[in-house]
């Protein structure tokens, strides 16, 4: 299973030369493929595998709740912070101490992603939903994939990409 991202279909080399880039971007909106490995990983699952979502997402929402933050992820976070700075979404999850000498989080920190949990949340949604309507185990899968690519999650990913300069279209997400 190949669930490697794509381009936008707006990343064009006319799109960055009229940007006056002679390349895309390394980092930030611009740099973004489509997200392939949520639908990578939910194909292999349906496909392939046995648990539910449900099951093969609890240890991920766990941590996305909160779990306390390793030193080496921590200072790395504080060693690239001037580039999260960057970017709302990523300053506002990675950097909790804003304003301070230490903006990431401390080693041992409670770290939280709330919106990533949310997320994950709306994926076992979408899989308990299709359960309940009769769907089978698969197809309740490939319920939190359109989810995912077509549906609200999809939106926010468009919204929040577009809303700092990146390409992404509903199209693209649809397309994956």
Do not use: C
Request: aromatic letters at 6%; glycine letters at 10%.
């Amino acid at each position: 299973v190949n669930a490697l991202g794509v381009a936008p279909t707006g990343a064009t080399a006319a799109f960055f030369r009229d940007k006056g880039m002679k390349y895309p971007p390394d980092v930030g909106p611009l740099a973004a493929v489509t997200p392939g490995t949520p639908g990578g990983l939910m194909m292999m699952l349906a496909e392939y595998g046995t648990l539910s979502l449900a099951d093969v997402l609890a240890p991920a929402i766990e941590l996305a709740d909160g779990y306390p933050i390793e030193a080496e992820t921590a200072n790395r976070i504080e060693s690239v912070k001037a580039q999260l700075k960057q970017w709302p979404d990523s300053r506002r999850v990675m950097l909790p101490h804003a304003g301070s000498a230490r903006e990431a989080p401390e080693p041992g920190e409670m770290f939280r992603q709330p919106d990533l949990a949310a997320t994950l949340r709306k994926l076992v949604a979408a899989e308990r939903a299709a359960l309940a309507a009769g769907k089978d185990r698969k197809a309740a899968i490939l319920a939190a994939y359109d989810r995912f690519y077509r549906g609200d999650i999809a939106a926010d990913i468009v919204a929040g990409t577009r809303a700092v300069g990146g390409l992404f279209t509903r199209d693209d997400l649809a397309n994956w």
